[in-house]
C-alpha cells in the first residue's frame, strides 16, 4: 500500500521535475523554481493520494485481522514514511542532475544504517508492525534534513512556484498519471493468474525466485544515478540522442546478456540461497532471470524518453498491455510455473518494443535545438 500511494501521489511529478531540471540545471533560480513547483504539486496530490489509499488499507487490515487500534496505530505510522518518500525522491532529482553523487551516497548510506539500527533495537523489544514502519520512516525524514541541506547548494531556496512549469509539469501527469494507476491495479497480474489456474506451490516457487531477482535494483539505481539524469540534460540534436540511446541500449544488452550467462552457468549455488526446496528449479530461475533482464531494459528505457518530457498515450498503452495479457493467457499453460515464466518473459518483450519504438519515434521527430540559454 505505500508503494500504491506513493505511486498514485507521484503520478508523473518525478518525472516532469526531471524534464524541466534538465533543461535549466545550471541556473540555480530557475532549478530552485522547477524544484518549488514539484514540491507544491506533490503536497497536493498526497493529499489526494491518503484520502484514496487510507480507507482502503484500513479496510483491508481489518479484514486481515488486525484490531482496531493497531489498524489505526499502522496508518499513523505510514504517514510520515509516506511524506519522507514523496519528498526525497524529489530532492534527489538535484544531485543527480548535477552529478554530485558521493554527497548523495553518503545520504543514503547514513538512512540505511540507522534504518538497520532501529530496526534491530525494535525488533525483539517492540515487535509490532508500527514500530517497524517508523523504524523505517523516521530514518528517512533525518536523511532528507541533509539532502536538503545537499540540494540547496545547487538550487536556490524560498522560490515560488512556476505557473509555465506547472503547466508543463501537469501535462506530463495527465499522460501518466492513468498509466501508473492501471499498474498499481495490474502489477501483481502473475500472482493472480497463478492464484486462478496454479497452486501454492508454484506461487511460492514464483515469490522465491522473484527475491533473487531484486539483485537487479542495483544496476537499477547505478543507471537512474548515472545514466538518466545525463540524457535529460542532453542539447535537443537528434544525431547526439541517437548516438547515446544506442550506445547506452548496446551497453544494457551486453550487461543484462552477462548476468543471464552468469545464471544460466551457475543455477546451483544461486539456488543453495533460497534452501533445499528449490534446488530442483534450474531452468526455471534462468527464466525468472531472464524476465526481470527484460523488464529492466523496458523501465530503463521509460526513464529514458520519460526524462525528456516525452510520455505515450495511456490509452494506447493500456490497450496494447491488455490485447497482449489476454493473447498471451490464451496460448499459454498458466497452470504451472514455467508457463507463468514464459508469460512474463512475452509480456516484457511487448514492453520493449513498445517503449524502444516510441523513444526511437520521438527522437527521430526532432528538429536540431539547443536547450534554452540559461545564463
Known amino acids: 500500500m505505500l508503494g500504491t ?14 524534464a524541466q531540471g534538465g533543461k535549466v540545471w545550471e541556473n540555480k533560480e530557475k532549478m530552485g523554481a522547477v524544484l518549488a513547483t514539484g514540491l507544491d504539486l506533490r503536497k497536493k496530490f498526497a493529499v489526494a493520494s491518503l484520502l484514496v489509499s487510507v480507507p482502503i488499507l484500513f479496510y483491508l487490515l481489518l479484514h486481515n485481522g488486525a484490531s482496531w487500534i493497531a489498524a489505526i496505530f499502522i496508518v499513523i505510522a505510514l504517514i510520515p514514511a509516506f511524506y519522507a518518500a514523496l519528498s526525497d525522491s524529489l530532492l534527489e532529482i538535484i544531485p543527480k542532475l548535477n552529478q554530485t553523487i558521493l554527497p548523495l551516497q553518503k ?12 530496526s534491530a533495537l525494535t525488533m525483539f523489544i517492540f515487535p509490532f508492525s508500527f514500530v517497524a514502519i517508523l523504524a523505517a520512516g523516521i530514518p528517512r525524514i533525518w536523511g532528507n534534513i541533509g539532502l536538503r541541506k545537499i540540494v540547496y547548494s545547487m538550487a536556490a531556496k524560498d522560490q515560488q512556484p512556476d505557473a509555465k512549469v506547472k503547466k508543463e509539469i501537469l501535462s506530463l501527469v495527465k499522460r501518466i498519471l492513468p498509466t501508473s494507476i492501471y499498474y498499481c491495479l495490474s502489477g501483481q497480474i502473475t500472482i493472480w493468474l497463478i492464484s486462478v489456474f496454479g497452486n501454492t506451490t508454484s506461487l511460492a516457487q514464483l515469490g522465491a525466485l522473484g527475491r533473487l531477482s531484486v539483485i537487479l535494483t542495483i544496476f537499477n539505481v547505478i543507471i537512474a544515478t548515472l545514466i538518466v539524469p545525463r540524457f535529460a540534460k542532453l542539447a535537443t540534436q537528434k544525431y547526439l540522442l541517437l548516438t547515446r540511446f544506442f550506445q547506452i541500449m548496446g551497453f544494457l544488452a551486453v550487461l543484462l546478456s552477462l548476468i543471464v550467462l552468469a545464471v544460466y552457468l551457475f543455477p546451483a549455488p544461486i ?8 534446488e530442483g528449479l534450474s531452468f526455471e530461475l534462468l ?22 518530457g516525452w510520455a505515450m498515450s495511456p490509452i494506447a498503452v493500456i490497450l496494447i498491455n491488455l490485447i497482449a495479457i489476454i493473447g498471451f493467457a490464451s496460448l499459454l499453460d498458466l497452470s504451472n510455473l514455467r508457463g507463468v515464466l514464459y508469460f512474463n518473459i512475452a509480456l516484457g518483450l511487448v514492453s520493449v ?3 524502444v519504438l516510441f523513444c526511437l519515434y520521438h527522437i527521430l521527430l526532432l528538429k536540431n535545438q539547443e536547450y534554452e540559454d540559461v545564463s
Open 287 to 308: 527464466l525468472s532471470i531472464i524476465s526481470s533482464c527484460i523488464g529492466l531494459f523496458s523501465g530503463i528505457v521509460f526513464n529514458l524518453y520519460s526524462s525528456r
Open 107 to 118: 545520504n543514503q548510506v547514513g538512512v540505511g544504517i540507522v534504518r538497520l539500527i532501529l
Open 353 to 355: 518494443v513498445q517503449t
Open 5 to 18: 500511494m506513493t505511486v498514485l501521489a507521484d503520478g508523473g511529478i518525478i518525472t516532469g521535475v526531471m
Open 271 to 278: 539456488l543453495w540461497l533460497l534452501g533445499d526446496a528449490y
